[in-house]
């Protein structure tokens, strides 16, 4: 039995946040943080601190933020340093074991928290596997932690920056001992971390919205291959890897970060109006109304109508108290399934040649339904607008994407997609047009997606995201 479709985007990917702040309440410093990132990964959450005593507590569940923690839970968690995880599993299963942050105790007491993937997680395990390191979980991020944890270097920073030039893929993670918070991004800078300042301490998370909810301000994005350490000794800064590309996930600007982020100097929202506004250049088309698909259409609809001059209304409503259900509706609600997270007004489409902007399509499962209820509703014409070049690649560096044979663009062209999918009309925004409206040069992005052009030269033998998992049950 299929479940009812989700959002047709690409799965979001993780969220990290880590201070040093003593006198300040971290846990629930770290709690407000990971509200704010709450969109990156809605499988788990975690918060790990550290206290005076040296000692390192680690709470983390299945669930939501708000699921995992009252507050009882957060005054337990009491100490000078705090870090917190929010997951949507990128290598390994989501269960209990490959919840964040992870805690790991060999020559070293750490916690760690991880966003990214890494392509070359088996070559790591069997390494660590044949040097008897016992791993508890099936994820890559546990393998960056026992590396760290085993490693013999004097200092959490030195052994730092010995392991990441082993790393090959997406890394931007925060690790915390019992003396300093650690944050460091991979060479090509393919997730983001940005530093921020609170009074006269300094935290740094995935995105500047995290900072934002607790009166942090932003002060600049971590460099690709730097290391950040956050200790009594205040805030200490290090290139430790280096490479010749750089590589930041375009995506992160047409998707994944929150619209009131700020990306490369990039007010998110910004950019993805600027999205629509092109669009609406590219590929524009008659029709009497433009509707969103919210909330992750909202950007580009608004610009839209405004470059094209057709007005703009809430076509589709979205009920945004929806959170993942493992509950089936049963054969004679499953019909209706859709309309649990969305349901189209006819007083709006009705009679209405309707513009539908969206920023993406995957499998087209949402998408296709979506027109469906649009013409249920009385739409005349619906013409599909998407704020993005087409998905046709698998995204190996900490995005869960669907293989190619899933994706409703592989090997079909834009007409043929429409008839898929039911639509008058169907057109992308361009690869030009995002780096147009975002403006950034593409030498300094990852656009694998859509291009299947990918920075790391070894990335055609990434592993799946279960291959850790089928490595244990073959042990």
Known sequence: ????????????????????????EVARLAYFALYALQHRGQESAGIATSDESGHIMTLRDLGL??????ESKLRALGGDMALGHVRYSTTGSSAWENAQPIYRSDHRELALAHNGNLINAVELHDELSAQGVQLRSTSDSELIAALISTHEADTVEDAVAEVVPRLEGALSTVVMTRDAVVAFRDPLGLR???LGRLGDRYCVASESCAFDI?????VREVAPGEMISLSERGLE??????????????????YF??????????????????????LAREAPVEADVVVAVPDSGNPAAAGYSLASGIPRDDGLIKNRYVARTFIQPGQELRKHGLRMKFNPLPEVVGGQRVVVVDDSIVRGNTTRQIVGMLRGAGATEVHLRISAPAIRHPCHYGIDMSTPQEMIAHERTA????????????????????????????????????????????????????????????A
Do not use: W
């Open 1 to 24: 039995m299929e479940p009812i479709p989700d959002r047709d985007g690409p799965r979001d990917e993780c969220g990290v946040f880590g201070l040093y702040a003593p006198g300040s």
């Open 257 to 278: 970060a929150r619209p009131d982020s700020v990306l490369e100097g990039v007010r998110t929202q910004v950019a993805r109006r600027r999205m629509g506004e092109i």
């Open 65 to 70: 933020v708000s699921q995992v923690f009252d």
């Open 192 to 194: 983001p971390l940005s």
């Open 237 to 254: 800064s290090r290139q430790i890897a280096h490479s010749d590309r750089r590589a930041f996930c375009v995506f992160e600007h047409i």
């Open 415 to 474: 007409e043929e997609v429409a008839a898929e999918l039911g639509c008058d009309s169907l057109a992308y925004l361009s690869l030009e047009g995002v780096y147009e409206a975002v403006g950034v040069e593409r030498e300094t992005h990852c656009d694998a997606c859509f291009t299947g052009d990918y920075p790391l030269a070894r990335t055609g033998a990434a592993n799946g995201k279960y291959a850790l998992e089928e490595l244990v049950t073959l």
């Open 214 to 218: 607790i009166g942090a301000e932003l």
